[in-house]
Every structure is written in structure tokens, then in C-alpha cells.
């Protein structure tokens, strides 16, 4: 895969790029015209050429003194041109519509007009095209010699005056205006602080928050006098051709109430206009504001008069991605494989020091494609070889560039110059693009699949290895575990990945160990028990590893025989210890996925634990964090074996009595694994939801072997890695079985001080085995904008993401902190950011009570909060057992965004309503998937049916007076029973029955990656219904536990200290 090598060439510093963060942030989504204007705003840019802007608006912006539209991104296909630099002291004025309360002047292009005590740079307007505009009365024009840059002339003059906005109206109020209209600015947009000194710097994990709730005073604001030079030369694109449409505002679920939060103005962009660049502004529309905002009362603890907490933003919809950045890079990878915390990367530390949410990435390399879009297209160089960089070893992708009449390309990430081989060669067009564009997937599309030659292997592929490690112990026997588990995997036996060469192998164990040798000449298996634990060896080393094609028959003898063989079985010792290592002496030839079933604390041997966490008075304490990490370090060590030799394992665990899972889960974690946590495991009741997650773990496309690295250019790196994998080197993560299932955050650092590049590049490359025997490379590369602006990289941030890296963050805290630290580091740090976002906007807006927030992070403080009350996190010890909470930590650390972001927020349907209607088809489902409801008693009719669903299970809870015919329809003759014995929700012979099972099924092929179980609870069944969904409902106090009015105080509270 190559290797990093830090000794790149400096590029040329670009003068847009280097100007402080400190001048002037960005408009909200406005179209670029002054040379002045410093930092990006991504809009959109993939539209058809065939749209027109609306002739009713006024001009979009035409050329002026020079200036070329530049589109959103450099298109790897485009040959510079020396007639493309904007000479200094261009600038482009675009008029914007004024409110209807005010007259506009008829003139059609006027400089900006600055608000009180406003710095404004006005460079001269080139003679050449259009005369100068008259400059405001009060302010004398700013002369500049030619090339250079004069000091920008400070106006006190009154400034013309607005009308007063109410607090708490929408912005589109006063924003009104002809069609094509571009919006309104924002008072972000005219003023930008400098860094603020003794401000606390970023902070690289949750672990630098100590555990105090003190908020540190910030300092005063500083004003800039800087200057920044003229933009850097960028090509224009024939894909940012087009007219750029606005799109569409997000519909709030609730109706408006007075003091909620308002919705963003609607972003209109002037095509071929690059996102660093902003028209200027007129003083009327400087006062709107761009932000969001909760008018809370000055007393604390209570609301406003008036105000509906319903108002209040709950994620309704789901998982929500910023739509301009994907439509401002066309060609970067689908976000489900690549998600940056916010698409807009800081240009210094010093502005990346005030980003107090987390700077970096979740990456899902190997994300499944949703139904209806293609498949990652695989390409097969041949003998040429793959195209990389020579030096950085990046692989070739949408965004290199093409020279010297297409016989060299320049790499994105470091900026070399690298020969074209010559089967690779084609020839430019007349735009610098190669001939042969459309038929390079590699050019094109941001997520492509490499077959890998010899030399990236340094042995033969390696074949579908799958080897089971199972417990037969008495309570494996009693509880059924055996015969589900036997059963699977049998039925699984035609679908493992990889036939013919798949390979499969068995041990069992109790307070010996037991071999099989499934030799295909034999017609039974043979059976051969070690018992001597301290001096393991292997017998038939060469026969317990087997063929499945040759020796299926023999494998299907040896499930069917082996609930029947250990049925009798009153062995209650584990020797898990002893045999993990035999399991691990026959597997290291070649390496494969190990799964475990283990159904009691292992007891014999190397690698005993003891019961631990019986301790009331440990919790609270120093001591505490003890509980949750592994008490023997053989298990860590045997996980680092492990995945040396590409061994992934896969943890099953049963017992309703303590297992340790702490330690038991760190060889899933360390080996690119995963945890399945069956408590109190019966196979009647949690028999299917065994079978499924068995069934997909062993039937899912797999990677083998796999490493995975992230490139990035130059400046920055990731530093820190967040996951179940092993870190091999510092940037290289080794996964001996990786699937669609996992997915790995990682936290982003500035190596320089200050960033010279306006754009800069990621790419992901994972290198694995395929079950069919290729050698694959799988790249995702994605680019993202360098800004100036802290206001820009809020309106850029990506919730979903700075979620997924949080939870993994306070989820590692917890494994050396007490819990209340791992909660405050959430809290304090979401306190920090909404405190900063608020100093951007305090100068220009009176916000008084109102809490404000980014629309981007409209949904983070509910995230927030339902993290602190997520199982691994949650405060008191008597609602989740310590194997609990380290199965739940194990799960969460590998989720994608979207499973995760459920599990934190689920999801609630009420169905009898729809159960009553008469069908009108199959489509119908979709209409109650569409209405979820607030996660609060409230939502609860006692009258109704709800479904609960957070992706591992399903809790029904029927309202104490719901419709006796409901219940008799959907439960039969048990519709009068306690449902506590009602283990299953069986189809029963009528229509209704029919329905809510189409619904649930429908509901569980929404996301195969866990089986939701059914758990039926009738209002009033204590403490069943507490249990099961009372405590779910994450809005409403419970437990000692803030409800979310009281969370959004407490954090409204902290924010105005010192702010």
C-alpha cells in the first residue's frame, strides 16, 4: 500500500489561502465578488446547463474588472490558463434585492456599506469594463498603487438604519424579494474576530476535559486590520457549468411557536462563482440573522411564557447530511463510506483552537450500496500496474491533473509531477481533459475497487477460514444455545463466501477440550479430548482445519450429532483460556474469523477470571473505571497474537451471570471484531434473533486480511484512531475480517500553522482479500474547502458525524475515568462550542435569553444528552449490569453513523390507527415509518399501540385502553393475559395480524444488521414497562436523569457564563 513520506515540496503559497482567519467570514451560501472576501462557502454546483437563472432578479453577477468564475472544485481534467488570474484589486458587485420596507437604489452595482465601526478593504474597480462606483457618502475612496494593497480606511460615520427585526421571527421576513434573488447576509458575514487570547486550544479526545463543570471566561474581542491579497488561479470546470438552484428548506414537524427556533434562509449561489467568495453586502441586510435559536427565560430553571417545548428541534427525519457540500463536490465518495465532523477544514490552528467540537472523520470503507444505485465499479489494470504517486504513494482519483499534453499528471495530495506509463497515455482536449474521461472510472467517480498485483501480497490469498469455539458446558446445554447455534450453522453451509475453497473447523470445550478431526475419508467425525490445560498441543494438526467441499458431509454429521452428544452434560467449568489458545495454534497457519460462544465465566486454566463489580462502594470512586477494562492481560495479548496472524474473532455471550465481558470483548476489539450480548439467553424466546445475526455474520461479504490507511494532504493528518482494529503503525490500522458493519472514527490535526492550500484531499484505501481469492484495494477519496471563517465551519458541520466521534471518545474515557467525567467531557465540551458560536454573533444581534445554534447543530445538545443516558454512559449502576454496559460500549464503538445516531434517538410509531384503516397495498407501511413521534411520555395515548425501535430490539406497548378487539386480533387468546408470559408475537389468522407483521418485517429489512426481537409490555406492568420504555424515553426526566427542557437550561446556563 506504500508508505507516507512526509518530505513533500512546500506548494506555492496561494495569497487567498494565507490571509488570517481574522478578516471577514463568509456569507451563507452567497455567490463570491470581491477579491477581499477570504474564506469559502460551499454552495451547490452539480445542475443541468440547461437551467436558466429567472430573468425577475436582478444581474447574477457578470465579469467584471477581470475576474473568471471559478467553480467550487478544480476538475483533474482542466489546463491552467495565464489569461485566468484575477489581477489585484478586482472586484465584482452584485446588487441583492432590498427588503420590502425599503427602497433600493436604481442604480444596479454599488460598493458595500459597512455597519458601525465595520473595517471594509475596497480595493479600486478596474477602468477597463464599467466606470468606478460612487463610494457612500461619509466615506472617502481608498486609493491603492497597482499591485499592492493599502490599508482599509475605518468609517464611524452613522450608518444608514434598518427597521427592527422582532427577536425570534424568521429570517425569510425580511428577505423577500424578485425570484433569483440572492439571500440575504447575515451578520456573521460582516464582522470576524481574531483569535482571542488564552483561549483554550482543540482538544485532540474527551479525555483533556477534566471533570469540573467551570466554564473559563473568554477573553475580549480583537478586530483585524489584515488585508487578504488577491485569490489564487482555479480553473473553471465543465461540471460547475449551470445555474446553481437553492435547495430545499428542512419543514419543521411541529408548528411554529413564538420564541422557537427559526429556519435557515434559503441558499441561492450565482453560477460559476467559487464558494470563497462573497458579493458585498448592504448595512439592511447585515442585521439578519443566520443562526437558529431557543428564547428562553432570564430566570433559571423555567421557560418563557409562551413557549412550546415541542418547538424545541428533535431528529425526526432521521440522519441528516449537509446536501451542499455533496453537491459541491460531485465527484467525492458517497458520504456512507466517508464522513468528515465538518466539511469545511480551518485554515490555521488558531481557528481550528476555537473549533471545540471534535475536527475529523468516520470512515465505513466497505458500506453496502443502497438498492438502486451501482455497485463500486472494480478495475483491472493488468500488467501496467496500478497508477500511484511515486512519492506519496496516492492513488490516482478524480482530482489529479493532467500536463504536458497528457503525459504527466500532478497527484492532488502532494503535488508531484508523475510520468503517464505509456498504455495509460491519452491524449487532451481543447479543456485539458483527457479523450478517454468517460471511460476512467478512476477519473470520474470518488469510490473505486483496484485488483492488486503480485507485489502487494506477501503470501498467496489466503481462503475463507471459519472456525467455531464453542461451549458446552451445562448451562450451553440447558438454555438451547447449542442446538440454534448447530442448526445456523448448518443451514449456512451452502452460502459461506468463497466456495469451493471456504475451510471450517470445530473445538468444544467445558473443563477439557475436545478435537474433530472432519477428515472427508471419514464418515463421522473422531473426537479426541486434551485435558492436561497447562501444557496445550494440537492432535491431527493437518485435519482439524478442512475443506468444506470435501468434507461437508462430515460437517453436517458433526452438527446434527452435537446437541444430542453433550445434551446429558452437567460440567458447569470453563476452560475458555486453554482452548482459545488451541483455537489459536490451529488457525495461525493461515489465519480466518473465530467465533466464540461462551456461556460462563471461564474458570480453568490460563486466562480464569472471578467475579468482580459485587462492590457497591467501588462505583463513584477512582476505582471505578477498574470494572470495565480487562483483569487478565493474556486476553489483550492474545487479541495482539491474534490479529499478527489474521485472526478476527467474533465474541457470542449467553449467561444471565456475570461473564466479564470486559475482558472477554477485547479480542473482538482489537481484532477488527464484534460482541453479541444475549442475556439470560433461552432459545425459545431469543432463538431467532440468534439464528439471524449468526446467519448475516457468516454470510456477509467479508475482507480478509485486511490493512487500511488514510491519506491527506499536506498540513494535516489524522492522529488519533477510534474502533476495533489494532493500530500497526501510526497511521496504518491492521483488520483481519472487516465487513459492511463496522466502521472507524479518527480525529484530524494542523501540522503547520497556517494552511497554503485552498482545497485539501482525502483518501482512504483499504487492502484486503476477497472471498473469491483477488487481492483488492478499495479507495474513497473525497476533497473538502480550506476556510477562514469559524462561522463557515458550523454551517458545514456534519452532526452525524461529530456524534459518532463523541460516543467513541466518551466511551474510551469511561475505560479510565468514573462515569460522571465521561458525561461532563460531553457536556462541557458542546457547552464550549455553542459559547463560541455565540461570541461570533453577540456584537451585531441582541440575543439576551435566546440560546442560538447553528442549523447545522440544531439536533447536537438532544445527542448529546441521549448519549450521556446510553447504557455505557448512564449514571446509576443498578440500571445496566457492568456486562451490560461493556457489550453496549463494544457494539457502539463499531457502528456506522446512521445505526448509531438510532440507537441514541430511536425511533417511535404509533400503529393502531393505521392497524384500523383499510389496506390500501403494500405501500401503505411507508406512511407510518413517516410519523415519528417525540421520545416522551407524552407522545404515549393510553388509548393507542406503539412500536419502539432503536435497531437491536422492538418493544409494542399496548395502552391500558386500547380497543380490546385490537389486542384479541394481534394477540390471540393471550390478549388478556399479562404479557410478560406472552414470550413471541406470533401471526395470527386475521387481517390486522397480517398487517403489524408486514410491518414489523418491513422494519427489520430497513437495517439486517441486528435482528429486533419483539417485547410486548401493557401499560402499568411494573416494572416491565419501566424497564423496557419508560427509561427509553430519553426526553423526559427519569431516574435521577435530566429530561431534555431541563438539559437545554443547563447548557443555556453554562453558555452565558463569561460569554
Known amino acids: 500500500m506504500g508508505t507516507e513520506n512526509p518530505g513533500y515540496p512546500r506548494p506555492t503559497a496561494s495569497p487567498f489561502a494565507s490571509a488570517p482567519p481574522s478578516v471577514m467570514p463568509q456569507q451563507s451560501g452567497g455567490p463570491g465578488g470581491g477579491s477581499e472576501t477570504t474564506s469559502f462557502t460551499p454552495f451547490p454546483s452539480s445542475i443541468p446547463q440547461n437551467i436558466r437563472p429567472q430573468a425577475s432578479g436582478p444581474p447574477l453577477g457578470p465579469q467584471i474588472g477581470g475576474m473568471r468564475p471559478v467553480p467550487p472544485f478544480a476538475a483533474p481534467n482542466i ?77 464611524f460615520h452613522p450608518q444608514q438604519q434598518v427597521p427592527p427585526v422582532p427577536m425570534g421571527s424568521s429570517p425569510q421576513s425580511i428577505t423577500s424579494g424578485p425570484p433569483g434573488a440572492n439571500p440575504a447576509q447575515t451578520a456573521a458575514d460582516l464582522q470576524s474576530f481574531a483569535p482571542r487570547p488564552g483561549f483554550q486550544q482543540s482538544f485532540p479526545s474527551v479525555s483533556s476535559y477534566s471533570g469540573g463543570a467551570s466554564i473559563q471566561p473568554s477573553a475580549p474581542f480583537r478586530f483585524s486590520n489584515a488585508v487578504p491579497p488577491a485569490p489564487p488561479t482555479t480553473f473553471p470546470s465543465p461540471a460547475s457549468q449551470g445555474t446553481v438552484l437553492a435547495p430545499p428548506t428542512t419543514v419543521s414537524s411541529y408548528p411554529p411557536h413564538q420564541g422557537g427556533f427559526a429556519q435557515p434562509p434559503t441558499l441561492v449561489a450565482q453560477q460559476n462563482i467559487h464558494p470563497g467568495y462573497a458579493p458585498p453586502i448592504s448595512n439592511a441586510q447585515g442585521l439578519v440573522e443566520d443562526f437558529s435559536s431557543l428564547s428562553l427565560a432570564s430566570v433559571p430553571g423555567s421557560l418563557e411564557p409562551g413557549l412550546d417545548h415541542k418547538s424545541f428541534p428533535r431528529p ?155 461451549d458446552v458446558s451445562i448451562s450451553a446445554s440447558r438454555s438451547g444455545m447449542l442446538e440454534v447455534v448447530a442448526e445456523t450453522i448448518k443451514s449456512c453451509l451452502d452460502k459461506l463466501p468463497g466456495y469451493p475453497r471456504t475451510q471450517i473447523g470445530f473445538i468444544t470445550y467445558d473443563s477439557t477440550i475436545h478435537f474433530y478431526n472432519m477428515k472427508c475419508s471419514l ?76 456461556n460462563t465465566l471461564p474458570s480453568l486454566g490460563v486466562g480464569r477470571l472471578k467475579l468482580r463489580g459485587d462492590d457497591p462502594r467501588v462505583y463513584g470512586t477512582d476505582k471505578e473505571y477498574s470494572l470495565r477494562i480487562p483483569e487478565d492481560p493474556f486476553y489483550k495479548q492474545m487479541a495482539a497474537d491474534c490479529t499478527k496472524f489474521q485472526i478476527g474473532v467474533n465474541v457470542y455471550a449467553f449467561s444471565d451471570k456475570y461473564t466479564d465481558i470486559a475482558s472477554l470483548g477485547t479480542l473482538a476489539k482489537y481484532t477488527g471484531g464484534q460482541v453479541y450480548y444475549y442475556p439470560g439467553f433461552q432459545s425459545s424466546v431469543h432463538g431467532d434473533k440468534l439464528r439471524h445475526e449468526l446467519a448475516r455474520d457468516l454470510t456477509r461479504e467479508t475482507a480478509w486480511e485486511a490493512v487500511m490507511r488514510i491519506r491527506c494532504g499536506k498540513g494535516i493528518r489524522f492522529t488519533t484512531y477510534h474502533g476495533n482494529f489494532m493500530l500497526r503503525s501510526t497511521d496504518l490500522l491492521a483488520l483481519p475480517a472487516v465487513d459492511c458493519d463496522k466502521a472507524y472514527a479518527m480525529q484530524l490535526s494542523l501540522e503547520e500553522t497556517l494552511l497554503t492550500t485552498q482545497t485539501v484531499y482525502f483518501q482512504v484505501a483499504l487492502l484486503y482479500t476477497a472471498s473469491c481469492g483477488e487481492r483488492r484495494i478499495r479507495v474513497h477519496t473525497a476533497a473538502a474547502p480550506v476556510v477562514a471563517d469559524l462561522g463557515e465551519m458550523y454551517r458545514q458541520a456534519d452532526t452525524g458525524s461529530i456524534v459518532s466521534v463523541f460516543t467513541r471518545l466518551a466511551i474510551e474515557k469511561t475505560l479510565s475515568s468514573k462515569l460522571d467525567d465521561a458525561r461532563n467531557a460531553v457536556q462541557q465540551r458542546v457547552v464550549k462550542a455553542l459559547r463560541e458560536y455565540r461570541n461570533l454573533h453577540a456584537v451585531q444581534h441582541r440575543l439576551g435569553s435566546r440560546l442560538i445554534y447553528p442549523e447545522s447543530l440544531k439536533f447536537l445538545p438532544l445527542y448529546a444528552m441521549a448519549l450521556c443516558k446510553s447504557t455505557p454512559l448512564q449514571a446509576a449502576q443498578v440500571d445496566a449490569s457492568l456486562d451490560e454496559r461493556s457489550a453496549a460500549g463494544f457494539t457502539m464503538m463499531a457502528l456506522p453513523v446512521k445505526k448509531l445516531l438510532k440507537l441514541l434517538y430511536p425511533n417511535l410509531f404509533r400503529v393502531d390507527e393505521w392497524l384500523l384503516k383499510p389496506s390500501v397495498g403494500q405501500d401503505d407501511v411507508e406512511d407510518v415509518l413517516k410519523k415519528r413521534l417525540p421520545l416522551a411520555a407524552e407522545s404515549l395515548d393510553s388509548r393507542g399501540l406503539y412500536i419502539y425501535d432503536d435497531g437491536f430490539r422492538f418493544v409494542l406497548w399496548f395502552g391500558r385502553m386500547l380497543s380490546p378487539d385490537v389486542s384479541k386480533n394481534l394477540l390471540g387468546a393471550d390478549f388478556a393475559a399479562e404479557l410478560s408470559r406472552v414470550m413471541n408475537l406470533q401471526e395470527q389468522e386475521n387481517g390486522m395480524s397480517k398487517k403489524l407483521m408486514r410491518l414489523i418485517k418491513k422494519m427489520r429489512e430497513s437495517d439486517p444488521s441486528y435482528h429486533q426481537m419483539c417485547h410486548l409490555v401493557r401499560q402499568g406492568e411494573q416494572p416491565r414497562e419501566g424497564f423496557l420504555l419508560l427509561r427509553n424515553l430519553i426526553e423526559d426526566p427519569m431516574g435521577g436523569s435530566t429530561g431534555y427542557v431541563d438539559w437545554i437550561m443547563q447548557l443555556h446556563r453554562h453558555v452565558q457564563q463569561n460569554s
Not at 500532478?410 to 481543447?430: K, M, T
Request: net charge negative; aromatic share 8%.
Open 316 to 470: 425526526l427525519d432521521g440522519d441528516v447530511e449537509p446536501i451542499s457540500f455533496a453537491e459541491m463536490y460531485p465527484m467525492n465518495c458517497p458520504s456512507r463510506y466517508l464522513r468528515l465532523t465538518t466539511n469545511a477544514i480551518p485554515n490555521s490552528q488558531s481557528l481550528a483552537s476555537r473549533w471545540h467540537l471534535t475536527l475529523g472523520a468516520v470512515v465505513c470503507p466497505l458500506a453496502e450500496t443502497p438498492v438502486g444505485e451501482e455497485e463500486v465499479p472494480l478495475l483491472d489494470f493488468g500488467s501496467m500496474g496500478i497508477i500511484r504517486c511515486r512519492r506519496c504513494r496516492t492513488y490516482v482519483n478524480p482530482y489529479v491533473t493532467f500536463t504536458d499534453s497528457g503525459r504527466k499528471w500532478r497527484c492532488n495530495i502532494c503535488a508531484l509531477l508523475n510520468d503517464v506509463p505509456g498504455e495509460y497515455f491519452s491524449h487532451l482536449d481543447g479543456s485539458g481533459g483527457r479523450m478517454d474521461l468517460n471511460h476512467r472510472p478512476e477519473l470520474t467517480t470518488g469510490s473505486v475497487e483496484f485488483i492488486a498485483p503480485t507485489e502487494y501480497m506477501v503470501r498467496p490469498p489466503m481462503p475463507p477460514i471459519y472456525f467455531f469455539l464453542i
Open 79 to 155: 489546463m491552467p490558463s495565464p489569461a485566468s488570474v484575477p489581477p489585484f484589486g478586482s472586484q465584482m458587485s452584485v446588487t441583492r434585492p432590498p427588503p420590502p420596507s425599503m427602497s433600493s437604489p436604481p442604480t444596479a452595482y454599488a460598493p458595500p456599506v459597512a455597519g458601525p465601526f465595520q473595517r471594509v478593504p475596497t480595493p479600486p474597480f478596474p477602468t477597463t469594463q464599467i466606470p468606478p462606483p460612487v463610494p457612500p457618502v461619509g466615506r472617502p475612496p481608498t486609493q491603492a498603487l497597482p499591485g499592492q494593497m493599502s490599508p482599509p480606511p475605518v468609517s
Open 523 to 598: 464418515s463421522q467425525p473422531q473426537m479426541m479430548v486434551v485435558s492436561d490445560l497447562d501444557d496445550i498441543f494440537v492432535p491431527l494438526p493437518d485435519d482439524l482445519l478442512v475443506n468444506l467441499s470435501e468434507s461437508k458431509s462430515v460437517v453436517e454429521a458433526f452438527l446434527d450429532s452435537l446437541p444430542v452428544m453433550f445434551q446429558d452434560n452437567v460440567n458447569m467449568e470453563s476452560a475458555f483460556g486453554p482452548a482459545l489458545k488451541a483455537a489459536f495454534m490451529v488457525m495461525n497457519q493461515l489465519g480466518g474469523k473465530l467465533l466464540i460462544f461462551q
